[in-house]
């Protein structure tokens, strides 16, 4: 111990325990320093206008009742410090004191205080404060706003016995703060504008109390484990609510009620005179701040594909060779006032595209109004305007305003380019070393729309809307054209579609509802070319829900090559067998026919005519519900499209499809959640003029129960686009078990349609018919031979005729519908480590074909295996799969390196032919920090590799994919900084050798941000 420090260290405490306390009250200005502290305050201090006052750090003022601080006009701030706070408290124990009023044009200051024990803490009428690093505890009420502005940062409100904030006509921000073990934490009585981000609410009696009429917007605030999370006279904001998790009671009415029993609004009599100050932010529009990011990037792609027979290398469709690089930018000019004005912009050039602007985008905002140029995305109603991209402009404008502070009125307009034209003999920006050839060509689409909505109540609005394209082929808008006579690779189309929209809350109950109908149509003398195209598509046996992706592949064929496993079992379905290879030769093969067929058929009239005639078809509707009780929440949905129904708003919505959902979410117990989904899906719904309205089943009105008749169904067993009806159910289980998440999910999908399938006679020895156990001649009874290559089959006589007398039949079984079941169940578990989280999952799939012929009475004598019926038509049971997955991944998070490295194994074998598929991934993504906060490395890589095995044809089918990429990363200066990346990509297809190519780049990129 150094003793030389106690004579000091004795005169220091002897000071603080005989230290005078200062008395002080009345008119006060200049600065109250620690010399003089502790203050007794005796009688309360004013600060009138034209006059200044600082507290500065480390003072404490200890006020006897009935006193406090009134700032009347004046000029008044607390200089504390983090490491000395300035404290205000009261003089005596279980006193309180009056607390700081706030009134008049000057904004107070108040940063590092510690305010306690009094009757409002800090009141603001016709007023500004700011409160930083503060914490304001065991008060009546924290903080008072009547017609003020305040500002809140970093700082705690705790145990306020009546409101820690109660704003009344008031604009209050409130960022990354705390409000805990308060009877209310904020108190939104009447007009109201309240802003909270990164802000918590727990232990709170009631956390929110809104009386309506009032705006409370929410940004990373969550407000969990309260007694009561939201209590309001009118349901809430969608934001505010979303924020109320956990808590004993997320969301309740009764607001009214509770505010009788809280402290009232804190009057200040000498307040009248700055009236004028209330809610004005007095501020100008004279300086604008700019910020943002640039970057640009420069790098080398070297592309090799494999030779071919006479030695030459396939044709490159997958990446543009030699040197590429871009632009990127985003700049933000922002005043004081709110307004701004933002510009962004991403350009791209390569050896094949000289100059491609990928987005360019100019915004203006203010309180009332936007308005954007260049590229825009625009989006409303799933039904009418599920979301296009436009290159035009977009304006939106606010008008008037209800109680809750929501616009009366919002008048959007929009307009522009949503498909560029492709012109023939011009190259093909989006595929490298392709030209447009004819019936290559794209007509540029226009589109223009607009819509009104209506805010009649902050409960209830409504949307009334127009939406209209035309395709442009001669004579494009601020483009080159091309002559009529050229043949478009899609139909030239003109569209009209008018919608309404209204939304429904009813409170209380917290019931969500939404209606949305809409009238659509599409005139175009090549609607038969396009028909000609999906009849290509139908007879192969796909899905309606490809079309769009299929119709994209017919424009650029050389793309077949690029699709992964995944995608061509989507387009195929996963009742085929065949190899990735395969499908694509397929694939390629069914392209070429549409071209082919879309070319010879003729161009007709449209049989809807003139866009003007419409019918029921052309209509379209929807309606959805979310109803929250309590710990549950319930969803469901509906949505009717018409077979002549179209928008260019949702270009990629399939005419004739009904959809239908339910759903319901559980909180069982704290740590517990349970999801319940159903959806339905019903395509091709209506056949020919007559409506059906659920699709269930065809060739009736209703289509719900009523089934069609049996000469409908005879009429149209042959038809190739019949109904499809997709039906799936989600059972989801989460369970948070301290360092452990359980998460246990089961799915159930099924699928039906009719296909004009049939069984006919075989009688060809090749077939291998005869080999069939039902043939096996039965002990003693005579036989018939038959040659197979160099094997002799010995077949039942008897049962041999009983088979041929069927030669004179057309058809042995017809009335095909498909019926397919899936089941798929999954279980993974997350464990939380030191700076580790492990992820063990397991994804198991069964798919059985409980497919049936309806009129299958020749066959009720016959006893023949999956194997022999798939030699008559259909193999039962040959495309049932088991499949395994097991995905386990390791996230590791240390000073010295981040790593998140997984591993997922596939296993999958089909009951037909002893087929198998064995698939297995690696990736891996590492960073180390080599120098802080100057240079760091990432290393990537992921490495794919899918065996398949087909037995009994001998095709084996090997293909593998290998990615990685390293790149340094050096920071000049905190907003200047540089990435150096080199990689590489090799798709390796050795059964496949022109889908097969390497890829090695490099790649400099430097970034700015300010």
């Not at 956390?207 to 990373?220: K, W």
């Not at 027979?309 to 005043?335: A, I, M, V």
């Not at 090997?958 to 990509?985: I, N």
């Amino acid at each position: 111990m150094h003793y030389r420090f106690l004579p000091s260290l004795f005169l220091a405490l002897v000071s603080t325990v005989f230290a005078k306390e200062t008395a002080i009250g009345g008119e006060q200005s200049g600065f109250l320093t620690v010399e003089n502290s502790p203050y007794i305050v005796t009688e309360t201090i004013v600060v009138n206008e034209g006059k200044a006052l600082a507290i500065a750090e480390g003072v404490r003022l200890l006020f006897k009742p009935g006193t406090g601080i009134d700032v009347r006009g004046g000029s008044f701030a607390i200089e504390g410090d983090a490491s000395a706070i300035v404290e205000l408290s009261n003089a005596s124990e279980g006193s309180t004191w009056n607390g700081i009023t706030i009134t008049g044009n000057e904004t107070v200051d108040i940063n590092n205080a510690k305010i306690a024990y009094a009757e409002t803490a800090v009141a603001v009428e016709n007023g500004s404060v700011t409160v930083r690093n503060a914490t304001i505890q065991n008060s009546k009420t924290a903080i008072s706003a009547k017609a003020a502005k305040i500002e809140i940062q970093n700082t705690s409100f705790a145990n306020s016995s009546g409101t820690a904030i109660n704003a009344n006509a008031s604009h209050v921000s409130i960022d990354a703060s705390s409000f805990e073990q308060n009877k209310v934490a904020v108190f939104a009585s009447n007009e109201a504008d309240i802003t909270l981000v990164s802000t918590t609410f727990s232990k709170n009696e009631y956390a929110i109390v809104d009386l309506g009429y009032n705006r409370i917007r929410e940004h990373d605030s969550p407000i969990e484990n309260n007694k009561v999370g939201i209590i309001a006279s009118d349901i809430p904001l969608k934001n505010l609510k979303s924020a109320a998790q956990n808590n004993e009671v997320d969301i309740m009415p009764g607001a009214d009620s509770l505010a009788k029993t809280l402290p009232p609004i804190r009057n200040i009599e000498y307040a009248e005179k700055y009236k004028q100050v209330a809610v004005s932010e007095g501020v100008k529009d004279s300086a604008w701040t700019l910020s943002g990011n640039v970057g640009a990037y420069v790098g080398y792609h070297l592309v090799r594909t494999r030779h071919d027979s006479r030695g030459e290398r396939y044709n490159n469709y997958f990446q543009t060779p030699g040197f590429f690089g871009g632009l990127n930018t985003y700049l933000k000019l922002e005043s004081p006032a709110g307004k701004t004005l933002e510009f962004t912009a991403d350009l791209y050039s390569d050896q094949w595209n000289h100059f491609n602007v990928r987005t360019v985008n100019l915004t203006y905002f203010d309180e009332m109004q936007r308005l954007s140029l260049g590229d825009s995305y625009v989006k409303a109603g799933d039904l009418y305007l599920a979301g296009i991209n436009v290159f035009g402009g977009v304006y939106d404008i606010k008008l008037f305003s209800i109680a809750s502070g929501m616009p009366m009125f919002e008048v959007e307009a929009f307009g522009g380019e949503t498909k560029a034209p492709k012109i023939v003999g011009n190259r093909d920006k989006e595929n490298y070393k392709d030209w447009i050839e004819e019936d290559d060509a794209e007509a540029q689409e226009i589109v223009v729309g607009g819509k009104i909505k209506w805010n009649m109540h902050r409960r209830f609005n409504g949307t009334l809307g127009f939406i209209g394209s035309k395709d442009f082929l001669e004579d494009p808008f601020l483009r080159d054209g091309m002559s009529s006579n050229h043949t478009t690779v899609e139909p030239m189309v003109t569209s009209r579609t008018f919608f309404a929209d209204g939304n429904w809350l009813f409170w209380p109950g917290d019931i969500e509802l939404n209606g949305q109908i809409a009238a659509g149509a599409a005139d175009t003398s090549d609607v038969y070319r396009q028909r000609a195209i999906n009849e290509v598509f139908g007879k192969a046996g796909l899905s309606v829900s490809n079309y769009p992706l299929l119709r994209k592949l017919m424009q650029s064929p050389q793309l077949v090559s690029t699709l992964s496993n995944e995608e061509l079992t989507e387009i195929f379905g996963d009742s085929q067998v065949m190899t990735p290879s395969e499908m694509r030769s397929v694939l390629r093969k069914l392209l070429e026919d549409a071209r082919v067929s879309e070319k010879n058929i003729a161009s007709e009239k449209d049989e809807q005519g003139n866009i003007d005639e419409w019918d029921a078809q052309n209509l379209a509707a929807m309606g959805s519900l979310r109803w929250k009780i309590a710990k549950t929440t319930i969803s469901a949905q509906l949505k009717i499209i018409g077979k002549k129904f179209y928008s260019a708003g949702s270009p990629d919505a399939l005419n004739n499809y009904r959809s239908f959902s339910f759903g319901v979410d559980q909180q069982i117990l704290d740590s517990w959640k349970m999801s319940l989904l159903y959806n339905g899906y019903v395509e091709n719904a209506s056949k020919g003029d007559k409506y059906n309205i659920f699709g269930l089943y065809e060739g009736t009105t209703v289509g719900l129960f009523q089934e069609s008749s049996k000469k409908w169904e005879k009429e149209h067993e042959q038809d190739i686009d019949r109904a499809l009806s997709a039906h799936n159910a989600n059972l989801t289980n989460t369970v948070k078990l301290g360092d452990f998440t359980i998460s246990l999910k089961y799915k159930s999908d099924f699928k039906k349609r009719h296909r004009p399938t049939r069984l006919y006679a075989n009688y060809s020895v090749e077939s291998g018919i005869y080999e069939d156990s039902w043939f096996k001649p039965d002990r003693g009874s005579e036989t018939i031979s038959f040659v197979s290559g160099e094997d002799t089959v010995y077949v039942d006589v008897g049962k041999f005729e009983k088979y041929y007398d069927l030669a004179n039949e057309d058809y042995l079984a017809t009335g095909f519908e498909e019926r397919v079941l899936k089941h798929i169940a999954e279980a993974e578990v997350a464990w939380k480590l030191p700076k580790n989280v492990l992820k063990v999952g397991g994804v198991w799939t069964y798919r059985t074909d409980l497919s049936k012929f309806e009129d299958d009475d020749l066959l009720d004598y016959f006893d023949f295996s999956d194997k022999t019926y798939g030699a008559l038509g259909y193999y039962f049971h040959g495309a049932d799969f088991f499949e395994q997955k097991y995905p386990i991944s390791l996230n590791t998070n240390l000073e010295i390196f981040k790593n998140n490295i997984a591993f997922t194994p596939r296993y999958k074998i089909y009951n037909r032919d002893n087929m198998k598929e064995f698939e297995w991934t690696l990736n891996d993504y590492l960073e180390i920090p080599l120098s802080k906060d100057f240079m760091e490395l990432s290393l990537n890589g992921e490495f794919r590799q899918l065996f398949i095995r087909r037995h009994q044809e001998g095709n084996n089918e090997m293909e593998a994919d290998l990615d990685g990429s390293a790149t340094l990363r050096v920071h000049y200066t905190k907003d200047l900084f540089s990435d150096y990346t080199l990689g590489a990509y090799y798709a390796y297809r050795p059964d496949s050798r022109q889908d097969e190519y390497k890829d090695f780049y490099g790649m400099f990129t430097l970034n700015y941000a300010f």
